[in-house]
């Protein structure tokens, strides 16, 4: 598409400030690169942002982070946030245990550990399997998964190093917990899948020629790596060819370990499949699922049976199965039929749990071989149910239970007779009750009928003072549950109100959901998100003055194109590691692949026109007032790349004339917020908030 034109530098001395807003925001050359879209050109003045292995950029980094954490030092409160973050943070968190070979493992951080620890117990004898925090000094490498071999004696895991999306996988001998074979690297997202003791398949993209935080990755390839191999020498398995090009490919081995099943997305919605025999190396790959326009997963296989959940002729999902020798989706066999809620679906202990979201809500049956309805799971009260997963053999299900103002409790479920208790409960510095949290239903602009859960202290009164977060996502069919945080109960123990609205383009009410909140349909999102602050205002619940928006990633997109658009309507705005360029956000690493939700610039003129009119880095205006911002970002993000936020920022920090500062926050060895550990996010939460309430007129704690 069309070429680029770079045009005579316009730039000033990288040691020139300028002063604006009572502010001195560092300067930032302005160096246009002219692209020409359907015989319209637009002005990228600065692209030269994007390489983030310049000096000129780290340079660049360096000197904006300099003068946010001056801005932020001078909020004198923002001290006793962050000893009251570790003071509530501070408590034992547990997982749910799970069962291999020998061993009952269990994840568990005793509060202000950086990373959760892997312990085990054999005989009742606890003992240390992992521990992440010895990884790294500073607590930046992660662990990232791990999975088990068929009897339970070797394990590989793989671990993330300042939080970006490449891995490495280790694998260890788990009874004597030695490491036995070299380091796998550059694995870049991927699933471990077992076939037996002998080896596993796993995925992963070419090294990028220059840099593995930004350049782009869109052909996966899945490999099987043989135990006592060198990984030089593993065998792809599927994507070598040019024509089977998928950016997403992910595979599974049967109960039975006799079968592969791979699964293969051009986008981040809607796959192929197909199973191969690993009777023999060179048998074929039989086509189960040839739709690129539906989504089918394997749930579960039980001897020569498979088990598919899919949205094929079912928006709101269904599970269907089929024999090994007939696999392909025209002998498929409704098992559980599409219902009025969505439907997703785990195996445990011989038997199905439907997970259902019902306004939001989660509903529990199981069921079981023969497709029997054996009943509703009863859960603790109103929120989110998660789990439900296990082994054929296990005799206790577990399954957490928790909403936005109680913290997640482990239960666990005698498959046989559904009965539940309480198998660990936190002991947490904060009482749910003493809040309260309510779902109310509001109109968006074109009156489609939108939920939002409201969350505060029971007693507080809506007299348009409440300090109020407004945090949504919408988009990529990403549902948005009920869950504790601890940030959250911060926010609400000083006052605050929390509130999230599931918006369209998310997947609370199935695909259909999704489809009025992508391409063409993506400004339902924003209109959505908008009636929200204007029925919080309108209910006297806030107003503009004490209103902040905050939303990651795809939400802040949301943020981004909000600000933009009605920046009267809040006080503070947090944009965080966000699609902020839409014209080029497909350039990126594996941005290509969410171009299902977005659509790209080369798709059509009339798709280009449409993210053009939203884009955020495209519609910073002249002269205009923006609310307080802070974007943040991290310099590890090789998910959605910070020269999105620092292309936001400059065109912020050029434009805006008010006196709310306007300034960007990216941390060091971090990305896109998985493995970030603990420290770093206490930090972060601390500056946004002190941020947040600084620019809402606060000189103390509320």
């Given amino acids: 598409m069309d070429r680029y034109i770079l045009l005579p530098l316009i730039s000033f001395l990288l040691l020139t400030s300028c002063k604006k807003n009572s502010l001195t925001y560092p300067k930032t050359d302005i160096i246009p690169v002219n692209e020409n879209?359907?015989?319209?050109?637009?002005?990228?003045?600065?692209?030269?942002?994007?390489?983030?292995?310049?000096?000129?950029?780290?340079?660049?980094?360096?000197?904006?982070?300099n003068i946010t954490f001056t801005y932020l030092n001078q909020i004198k409160f923002r001290e006793d946030l962050k000893q009251r973050f570790e003071k509530i943070w501070n408590y034992e968190k547990l997982s749910s245990p799970f069962f291999e070979g020998d061993y009952v493992y269990y994840y568990r951080n005793n509060g202000l550990q950086n990373q959760y620890v892997l312990y085990r117990k054999k005989?009742?004898?606890?003992?240390?399997?992992?521990?992440?925090?010895?990884?790294?000094?500073?607590?930046?490498?992660?662990?990232?998964?791990?999975?088990?071999?068929?009897?339970?004696?070797?394990?590989?895991?793989?671990?993330?190093?300042?939080?970006?999306?490449?891995?490495?996988?280790?694998?260890?001998?788990?009874?004597?917990?030695?490491v036995i074979e070299d380091t796998l690297v550059d694995i870049k997202f991927s699933g471990i899948s077992w076939k037996g003791n002998e080896g596993f398949f796993y995925s992963s993209y070419d090294r990028p020629e220059k840099s593995e935080l930004s350049d782009k990755t869109d052909q996966h390839k899945l490999y099987y790596h043989k135990l006592g191999t060198k990984q030089k020498d593993d065998k792809i398995i599927f994507g070598e060819k040019k024509n089977e090009k998928h950016r997403y490919v992910g595979?599974?081995?049967?109960?039975d370990g006799k079968y592969l099943i791979i699964e293969a997305s051009k986008f981040t919605k809607g796959n192929i499949s197909f199973l191969k025999s690993l009777g023999s190396d060179n048998s074929p790959l039989i086509p189960i699922d040839e739709d690129y326009s539906t989504d089918s997963n394997l749930v579960h296989s039980e001897k020569d049976r498979l088990f598919f959940v899919t949205n094929k002729n079912a928006p709101n999902?269904?599970?269907?199965?089929?024999?090994?020798?007939?696999?392909?989706?025209?002998?498929?066999?409704?098992?559980?039929?599409?219902?009025?809620?969505?439907?997703?679906?785990?195996?445990?202990?011989?038997?199905?749990?439907?997970?259902?979201?019902?306004?939001?809500?989660?509903?529990?049956?199981?069921?079981?071989?023969?497709?029997?309805?054996?009943?509703?799971?009863?859960?603790?009260?109103?929120?989110t149910a998660r789990g439900f997963s296990g082994k054929k053999d296990d005799k206790e299900v577990y399954f957490t239970f928790t909403n936005y103002n109680s913290p997640s409790i482990i239960y666990s479920l005698n498959p046989k007779n559904n009965d539940t208790k309480i198998y660990w409960k936190p002991d947490i510095n904060f009482d749910p009750e003493k809040y309260v949290s309510k779902q109310i239903f509001y109109k968006s602009k074109d009156g489609t009928k939108i939920p939002m859960t409201i969350t505060h202290k029971k007693d507080i009164e809506y007299n348009g003072k409440n300090p109020t977060i407004l945090y949504a996502y919408g988009g990529f069919n990403i549902s948005i549950l009920p869950s504790f945080s601890i940030s959250n109960a911060i926010w609400m123990e000083l006052g605050g109100v929390y509130a999230v609205p599931n918006l369209r383009g998310g997947g609370e009410y199935g695909k259909n959901w999704h489809l009025q909140g992508v391409k063409m349909n993506k400004q339902n999102v924003f209109d959505d998100f908008i009636a929200a602050a204007e029925y919080l205002i309108s209910k006297k619940i806030t107003t503009s003055d004490y209103l902040a928006i905050r939303g990651g990633s795809n939400g802040g997109l949301l943020v981004g194109a909000t600000m933009t658009q009605r920046p009267e309507l809040m006080k503070v705005a947090i944009p965080a590691v966000g699609v902020l360029d839409m014209l080029r956000y497909h350039k990126f690493t594996a941005g290509a692949g969410w171009a299902y939700d977005y659509g790209t610039s080369e798709e059509s003129e009339e798709m280009y026109r449409y993210l053009k009119k939203y884009?955020?880095?495209?519609?910073?205006?002249?002269?205009?007032?923006?609310?307080?911002?802070?974007?943040?970002t991290a310099d590890h993000d090789d998910r959605v790349v910070p020269a999105h936020s620092y292309k936001f920022i400059s065109e912020l920090q050029k434009k805006h004339i008010g006196d709310s500062p306007v300034l960007i926050r990216i941390e060091n060895r971090a990305g896109h917020g998985a493995g970030t550990p603990v420290s770093k996010r206490i930090d972060q939460y601390a500056d946004i908030y002190g941020f947040i309430l600084y620019n809402m007129g606060y000189k103390t704690l509320p």
């Fill in 317 to 383: 999902n269904k599970v269907v199965s089929t024999k090994v020798k007939s696999p392909n989706e025209k002998f498929w066999k409704d098992f559980i039929s599409e219902g009025e809620s969505v439907l997703s679906i785990s195996y445990s202990s011989g038997y199905f749990f439907a997970k259902y979201i019902v306004d939001v809500k989660s509903k529990i049956i199981k069921f079981d071989l023969d497709g029997k309805n054996l009943g509703e799971i009863k859960l603790p009260s109103i929120g």
């Fill in 37 to 65: 879209y359907y015989g319209e050109k637009v002005s990228d003045n600065y692209r030269w942002l994007e390489d983030d292995m310049s000096d000129k950029t780290k340079d660049w980094v360096e000197r904006q982070n």
């Fill in 615 to 632: 884009s955020p880095v495209h519609n910073v205006k002249d002269n205009s007032n923006y609310p307080a911002t802070l974007v943040t």
């Fill in 123 to 178: 005989d009742g004898a606890e003992e240390v399997f992992l521990d992440p925090n010895k990884f790294s000094d500073d607590g930046t490498i992660s662990l990232s998964g791990l999975s088990f071999s068929k009897n339970g004696n070797i394990v590989c895991y793989s671990i993330s190093d300042g939080g970006s999306d490449w891995r490495k996988m280790i694998v260890m001998d788990a009874v004597s917990k030695k």
């Fill in 251 to 255: 595979a599974s081995v049967t109960e």
